[in-house]
């Protein structure tokens, strides 16, 4: 157990629609990452938030967006969702940069049908 | 932007023999890493590697940073079937990067036959 939670495991939903992943980072941790994991591009980073704030951004759609709340959680919103946004999403989180203390959640798999 | 060229994509072995992959890059990295990723979980760190030259093992695991911090080889032994799963190397650059820091190979799928 990573100490970062990921929900919900599982998501299927149509194109078109709107969804909300939500991760909580271990204790203690102040930055959270976002990632895509899809079948023939490997691990694609997203966005980093650090403290409530945006620090980096990926490779990251329009459609897409997050936040991270007061309390440190994060969500990521897809919207206008298409075929090739099903994937697996990954959520990481470190006390500050990406680096070896950084620990990964177990992921959200998004079907889009 | 900076890439990660992972070999070989799979691997297909029989258990008790040895494994090697590697990383390359056009680009320096001052940190690299290691992951194994099993079915349904998130990467999980192995190993990490934050000199050039630097050899650091974890029991059946050895992985070396590359001299020119451009590459990095990770080698399993005596494989066992618990070693399935797909392994991903990953180099840190510098802070503050589009990347966020940490860039991700696209991974070598292994396969261990009992």
């Known amino acids: 157990d990573s100490g970062v939670t990921q929900t919900p495991k599982h998501l299927i939903t149509a194109t078109g629609q709107r969804v909300t992943l939500r991760c909580s980072p271990r204790?203690?941790?102040?930055?959270v990452y976002w990632y895509q994991q899809s079948l023939d591009q490997g691990l694609q980073f997203l966005i980093q938030?650090?403290?409530?704030?945006?620090?980096a951004k990926g490779n990251i759609l329009e459609r897409f967006s997050a936040q991270q709340f007061p309390d440190l959680h994060s969500e990521l919103n897809l919207s206008s969702l298409e075929l090739g946004d099903s994937a697996l999403y990954f959520c990481?989180?470190?006390?500050?940069?990406?680096?070896?203390?950084?620990?990964f959640g177990p992921g959200t798999r998004l079907t889009v049908l | 932007g900076q890439q990660l060229n992972q070999s070989p994509q799979s691997m297909f072995i029989q258990e008790g023999e040895d494994v090697s992959m590697n990383c390359t890059s056009s680009?320096?990295?001052?940190?690299w890493l290691w992951y194994k990723q099993e079915p349904g979980e998130g990467p999980v760190l192995l190993i990490a590697?934050?000199?050039?030259?630097e050899l650091t093992s974890n029991g059946r695991l050895t992985a070396q940073f590359g001299i020119t911090r451009k590459d990095s080889f990770l080698n399993i032994s005596a494989s066992i079937p618990s070693d399935v799963g797909i392994y991903f190397c990953?180099?840190?650059?510098?802070?503050?990067?589009?990347?966020?820091?940490?860039?991700f190979g696209k991974g070598t799928k292994l396969s261990v036959k009992p």
């Open positions: 990481a989180s470190s006390v500050a940069g990406l680096g070896p203390d950084t620990a």
């Open positions: 204790s203690g941790d102040l930055s």
């Open positions: 938030y650090y403290n409530g704030e945006e620090r």
């Open positions: 680009s320096i990295f001052n940190t």
């Open positions: 590697l934050y000199k050039a030259g």
């Open positions: 990953a180099g840190q650059g510098d802070y503050g990067g589009s990347q966020g820091n940490l860039i």
